[in-house]
């Protein structure tokens, strides 16, 4: 009843307790974290200035730029506090908030990387089309039903995770609060939680990940057919470029999930989720947006305006 109690009250975070040196690591995650948000912000600050920018693939990207600060906020420095606390405490009340937020943006983005697959599709392989197809009002309902899921998955995994009562070890072998970590500390079976993970986001990751995968595959047939010589070589470069950090948001997120209760990693979740709360974040607006010779002219044109030639 002691440790029921306890546990009730706070959680402790202990991933980074026998990393050394630890001013090294703080170091390294901080400009991760840096770079991040001053790298999507960019985007958002260019996508609003240029009006060149405003169609459809830019507002998308503004969207995912918009998720991956807020995706990294909610865990990025909680990871930068564990380099400077020894014994790092999270209130069950900002374990369930950032839990709920983490959940809900990773699965906005999940969606969002599967509308911005099939935006490229449509402005690749019906060029003609595409700003009838894919108009403001289209592109609004998009991203509100985007983030509807997200807060909906967001919702119900969290209230599904804390329903339980959790009177094991107050100790979280992780930098956040998320689902794995918290169903070992539960003093119940968690067999309904994890069918209900493996149901809901399987769906969710599944369906998004065939609707990027149908979409490329469309996009690089288009490109064989139809395009040569330089068209087809950037062609190719993009579509690659994309599924790279598609395969690493996704491989990594599933592994996470998904993977046997035996595995090898079962205390070192942390590694798994740095790839696709820490990095994946950083690579998108260079992937994206910032390879973009149109992103890079309106960056010019933003750099000339702050510091005009003299």
């Keep these: 009843m002691e440790n029921q109690t306890n546990i009730k009250n706070m959680f402790y975070l202990d991933a980074f307790s026998n990393i050394r040196p630890k001013g090294l690591y703080f170091f390294i995650f901080f400009i991760i974290y840096l770079v991040t948000v001053i790298g999507n912000s960019l985007i958002i600050i260019l996508t609003n200035r240029d009006f ?3 169609t459809p693939m830019y507002y998308f990207l503004k969207n995912l730029a918009f998720l991956d600060i807020c995706y990294s906020s909610t865990t990025l420095p909680h990871m930068l506090v564990s380099f400077l606390i020894e014994h790092l405490s999270i209130s069950v009340p900002a ?7 983490f959940l809900s943006l990773a699965a906005s983005e999940s969606s969002l990387l599967a509308a911005m697959a099939y935006d490229r599709y449509i402005a690749i392989c019906n060029p003609l089309r595409y700003l009838v197809i894919m108009n403001r009002d289209v592109c609004l309902y998009i991203v509100s039903i985007i983030w509807v899921i997200g807060s909906i998955y967001g ?3 969290t209230a599904n995770t804390f329903r339980l009562p959790f ?3 107050k100790v979280l072998h992780h930098y956040f609060c998320d689902i794995p970590v918290l169903l070992k500390i539960s003093c119940i079976d968690t067999f309904s939680n994890e069918v209900t993970v493996f149901a809901v986001g399987g769906v969710l990751m599944v369906g998004c990940f065939l609707i990027i995968v149908a979409s ?3 996009i690089l047939f288009f490109v064989i057919s139809v395009q040569k ?3 087809r070589k950037k062609g190719f470069s993009t579509c690659i470029a994309h599924l790279i950090v598609i395969m690493l948001f996704y ?3 599933s592994f996470m999930y998904f993977r046997p209760k035996s595995d090898l990693l079962a205390d070192k979740e942390w590694l798994l989720s740095l790839f696709y709360s820490g990095i994946t974040p950083l690579l998108n607006p260079m992937i994206y947006s910032l390879r973009n010779q149109e992103v890079k002219g309106a960056f010019r044109k933003l750099f000339i305006c702050l510091y005009p030639q003299r």
């Design 52 to 54: 060149h920018l405003n």
């Design 95 to 101: 374990c369930i908030a950032q839990l709920f937020c």
């Design 155 to 157: 919702a119900i995994h």
């Design 167 to 169: 009177c094991g070890s």
């Design 216 to 218: 490329y595959m469309r």
């Design 229 to 231: 010589g330089h068209g």
């Design 251 to 253: 491989g990594s997120g």
